[in-house]
């Protein structure tokens, strides 16, 4: 049987017998794969501690006909403040999910791999919210769904001062083509200058970010309402902020 070693962050996992555990790993080397880690809840396990989400790994994992199995695991980096507050946890699971959600397992995307490695630490540290749609923002560019922010969707031109921004369309709207947008919302220019701020955020800048409250709440509808419309259906992370942060 095939083995073969792999850097990951752990997107997701899903539990299942009496201690085993499906991991949704994002791996530099081939993007999004599921493997399985089996008795690795068990605390002996050579795997306990590792199968974790959001942790940073390297491990071997077994190529199976059916499913791949992790055999080694070895933590690279662990985000300890990420489970220990709720407001952290439910904004890195946003990013996480919308990640998981949006990829396709086994094609390699380094730019996807980078961004979750960058944006834990700054889950851990910053303000979990505007990490998570920083984080969001810059993923959405290299989806394949991407939004346009600074240009109107319809005709190309540069947006300025306040337009409007259409879900179905992707992204701004002039206000001579609003007719034209199968649904708009308002467009403010602080809104613009936020998104714009965002996507062309450095990971390793250490200056304080600071965003007006109402425009990173239209920001967070914004995104969240836009990869539903894309998926079809809600996200998990969306009930788990309303219930338990906002
Ligand atoms: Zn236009």
Known sequence: METFKVEAIVLKTDDFGDANRVVTLFTKEFGKLEANAYGC??????????????????????????????????????????????ERLAYASLLFEIVNRMTFPRQQELATFN????????????????AALIGACQFMETSGVQLNFSRCVHCGADIEGDAAISILDGGAVCMNCVDAAQDIRPYPDALRKTFETMLGFNWRDETKLTFNTRQLDAAENFFVDYVQSVLGNSLKSVQFIHEFIN
Request: charged share 30%.
């Open 41 to 86: 809840r068990r605390s002996r396990s050579p795997l306990s501690g590792a199968m974790q989400m959001f942790n940073h790994i390297s491990a071997e994992i077994t190529r199976g006909s059916k499913v791949d199995t992790i055999r080694d695991a070895d933590i690279l980096n662990f985000y300890d403040a990420l489970t220990k507050d709720l």
């Open 115 to 130: 961004l979750l490695k960058k944006s834990l630490p700054a889950l851990s540290k910053r303000n979990p919210k505007v």
